[in-house]
């Protein structure tokens, strides 16, 4: 594989029938197979060409965690067009002032985000309707773009002063995808839930791209309300997320709350104290009534935008749960460090990732080299 166009056509090979992207917007599930995506994506890149859209342009991705969000993605790479994902949040201003620096030609938004969207000027492509629109179109071969082209213009969170747009590259995000693949616990058997928006580099590293070259599942919950996302976990039989330390935090309070609504808190505690002493299988089994709450193939977080705090890593290891910490940034289309299953450190986040070199300088100050950073 050389680009991001071409992980689609090796796991389509290779998983067929496997499922790969899956959300229940009401009551009918829809799922996408590996087999499915290879047969729409070149489709919904046709319906893209034939709008205007080629080699090189500037696309803005403006909208929440979907199948259709992907699809678009993986559409456009396609044509050789370059993304310029937003937060889903941004404001009005924030989106115009982006589309202009970029010199977006079109957007691709979801219902949450139209509005926002409308002054822009530019076409507007709703992800919700792409695949119906893009169903009786002819399939379109990949255009010849190379490992080192653009692909994402990927705007950083600008804590430190205007946001910056980090120009990754096919080579650099495919890599660092590439990379993580041989320390993320994943596979055909993984289901992970979509949590962090797609916009940020961790979430396209950890619960997009690396998923799609596992042949695993992605779940995309239709709300990020706890009772909605709780739900999902447990329908679908979610097995591993993607979250920062707050969210690690929310999760495990949520857990311990409820023990004490049901007069279980002290027991709770008990039991965590005696799951220190087992391994990892006899701590799920002790825990069964949290597991059951998730749907019981939950195993595994991996937590990053943030520090997380080694007592909070602990303490979900009592449950039978790991938690794997890293170190990245959007400039390194994220991945830089992160722990492994067998060397799980809790206060530290790991070591480089297979083909970057990661050193300290005398004045403390991170050095990094490798094929990922931009």
């Given at each position: 594989m050389?680009t991001l166009s071409?992980i689609l056509?090796?796991?389509?090979?290779?998983?067929?029938g496997k499922?790969?992207l899956i959300?229940?917007?009401g009551?009918?599930?829809l799922t996408?197979?590996?087999r499915?995506?290879?047969?729409?994506?070149?489709?919904?890149a046709?319906l893209?060409?034939?709008?205007?859209?080629?080699?090189?342009?500037?696309?803005?991705m403006?909208?929440?965690n979907?199948?259709?969000?992907?699809?678009?993605m993986?559409?456009?790479?396609r044509?050789?067009?370059?993304?310029?994902?937003?937060?889903?949040?941004s404001t009005?201003?924030?989106?115009r002032?982006i589309?202009e620096?970029t010199q977006?030609?079109?957007a691709?938004?979801s219902?949450q985000?139209?509005a926002?969207?409308?002054?822009?000027?530019?076409?507007?492509?709703d992800m919700?309707?792409?695949?119906?629109?893009?169903?009786a179109?002819?399939p379109m071969?990949k255009?010849?773009?190379?490992?080192?082209?653009?692909?994402?213009?990927v705007f950083?969170?600008?804590?430190t002063g205007?946001?910056?747009?980090s120009?990754l590259t096919?080579r650099?995000?495919?890599?660092?995808?590439?990379?993580?693949?041989?320390?993320f616990?994943?596979?055909?058997q993984?289901?992970?839930l979509?949590?962090?928006?797609?916009s940020?580099?961790?979430?396209q590293?950890?619960g997009?791209?690396?998923?799609?070259?596992a042949g695993a599942s992605?779940?995309?919950?239709t709300?990020?309300q706890?009772?909605?996302?709780?739900r999902t976990?447990?329908?679908?039989?979610v097995?591993?997320i993607?979250?920062?330390?707050?969210?690690v935090r929310?999760l495990?309070?949520?857990?311990e709350r409820?023990?004490e609504?049901?007069?279980k808190?002290?027991?709770?505690?008990r039991?965590?104290g005696?799951?220190?002493r087992l391994?990892?299988p006899?701590?799920?089994?002790l825990?069964?009534?949290?597991h059951?709450?998730?749907g019981?193939?939950f195993?595994?977080?991996?937590s990053?935008?943030?520090?997380?705090?080694p007592a909070?890593?602990?303490?979900?290891?009592?449950?039978?749960?790991?938690?794997?910490?890293?170190y990245g940034?959007?400039?390194?289309?994220?991945?830089?460090t992160?722990?492994?299953?067998d060397r799980?450190?809790?206060?530290?986040v790991?070591v480089?990732?297979?083909g970057?070199?990661?050193k300290i300088?005398?004045?403390g100050e991170?050095i990094?080299?490798?094929?990922n950073?931009f």
């Amino acid at each position: 594989m050389e680009t991001l166009s071409d992980i689609l056509d090796a796991s389509a090979a290779k998983f067929a029938g496997k499922d790969a992207l899956i959300i229940k917007p009401g009551f009918r599930t829809l799922t996408w197979t590996y087999r499915d995506l290879a047969d729409i994506v070149p489709r919904v890149a046709r319906l893209f060409a034939e709008s205007g859209i080629g080699a090189g342009d500037r696309v803005i991705m403006l909208g929440v965690n979907r199948p259709e969000y992907g699809i678009a993605m993986l559409a456009l790479l396609r044509i050789g067009a370059v993304l310029v994902p937003l937060d889903v949040n941004s404001t009005e201003e924030f989106v115009r002032k982006i589309a202009e620096r970029t010199q977006a030609k079109a957007a691709v938004v979801s219902q949450q985000t139209r509005a926002r969207a409308a002054a822009l000027a530019i076409p507007l492509f709703d992800m919700e309707l792409l695949p119906d629109q893009a169903r009786a179109k002819e399939p379109m071969p990949k255009s010849s773009v190379g490992p080192d082209d653009l692909a994402e213009i990927v705007f950083t969170s600008g804590t430190t002063g205007d946001p910056k747009g980090s120009m990754l590259t096919h080579r650099n995000i495919l890599s660092n995808a590439l990379a993580a693949i041989h320390i993320f616990p994943l596979g055909p058997q993984q289901r992970l839930l979509s949590f962090i928006p797609l916009s940020h580099m961790f979430e396209q590293l950890a619960g997009f791209w690396c998923l799609l070259i596992a042949g695993a599942s992605i779940v995309y919950p239709t709300s990020r309300q706890p009772s909605v996302v709780r739900r999902t976990f447990r329908e679908r039989r979610v097995s591993m997320i993607c979250i920062t330390p707050a969210a690690v935090r929310s999760l495990f309070i949520a857990i311990e709350r409820r023990a004490e609504q049901e007069g279980k808190g002290a027991l709770f505690a008990r039991l965590r104290g005696i799951a220190r002493r087992l391994p990892m299988p006899l701590r799920r089994i002790l825990f069964t009534s949290v597991h059951t709450q998730f749907g019981g193939r939950f195993r595994y977080i991996v937590s990053g935008g943030a520090a997380l705090d080694p007592a909070l890593g602990v303490a979900w290891r009592e449950l039978g749960v790991e938690v794997l910490q890293g170190y990245g940034l959007t400039e390194t289309s994220p991945g830089l460090t992160f722990n492994r299953l067998d060397r799980n450190r809790f206060g530290s986040v790991g070591v480089p990732l297979p083909g970057v070199e990661v050193k300290i300088a005398a004045d403390g100050e991170v050095i990094a080299r490798g094929p990922n950073i931009f």
